[in-house]
């Protein structure tokens, strides 16, 4: 298994981003906190600061798994915003690779045509950003190589929809249980 790369700019939400990283990694996955940002230390949206593991430009990310995009603004603005990232993006969505986003950073997708024929959520008023996508009224949607996620409510929602797509349900089913996820 690869590893699943999660994108942070300052302004990220934290529940998103924190519930994801953490899940995945309970789930055995390797998982990378990458900075598309100059700087290593991000600040959420709500002033949490974080460490990433490493800067967009130091990495070439061929054993990526999955690509993970948190919400909150400016940062979802900002990863869209990204030349690399946008890159990396189209390359997996030409692979059929796996690609998740939540809260507001669908737009991202939707921006670079990725959602076009698929079933996708994101938060509220950001719908008009899901440019060809079917946009749905739900926590989750999964359509095809693509996990999009509504907002902080949806965020452990959305971690274990991930951890399905990457390891099962089994896997699933044994973290509901160890951490009291109430279905």
Same mark, same amino acid.
């Given at each position: 298994m690869g590893t699943v790369y999660a994108f942070f700019a /300052?302004?990220? &939400? $934290? =529940? !998103?981003?924190?519930? #994801? @990283? /953490?899940t995945l990694r309970r #789930?055995?996955?390797?998982? $990378? =906190? @990458?900075? *598309?940002?100059?700087? $290593? =230390? *991000? *600040?959420? #949206?709500h002033d949490v600061s974080i460490l990433c593991d490493v800067n967009f430009e130091n990495r070439d990310f061929y054993d990526a798994e999955l690509l993970l995009l948190p919400g909150g603004m400016p940062g979802a603005a900002t990863l869209g915003e990204h030349e690399g990232l946008r890159k990396l993006l189209l390359g997996f969505a030409a692979k059929e690779k796996p690609i998740a986003a939540i809260c507001a950073a669908p737009m991202v997708l939707g921006k670079l045509g990725l959602l076009k024929g698929k079933k996708a959520t994101c938060y509220p008023g950001f719908e008009q950003y899901l440019e060809g996508a079917e946009c749905v009224n739900e926590h989750v949607a999964r359509d095809g190589n693509i996990i999009t996620g509504m907002g902080p409510g949806a965020a452990m929602e959305f971690a274990l929809a991930v951890v399905d797509m990457l390891v099962g349900? &089994?896997? *699933? /089913? &044994?973290? @509901? !249980? #160890?951490?009291c996820v109430k279905r």
């Open positions: /300052d302004g990220f &939400e $934290e =529940i !998103e981003a924190l519930t #994801a @990283v /953490d #789930a055995g996955l390797n998982v $990378e =906190i @990458v900075s *598309v940002t100059p700087n $290593e =230390i *991000v *600040v959420g #949206a349900k &089994e896997k *699933v /089913d &044994e973290l @509901v !249980e #160890a951490m």
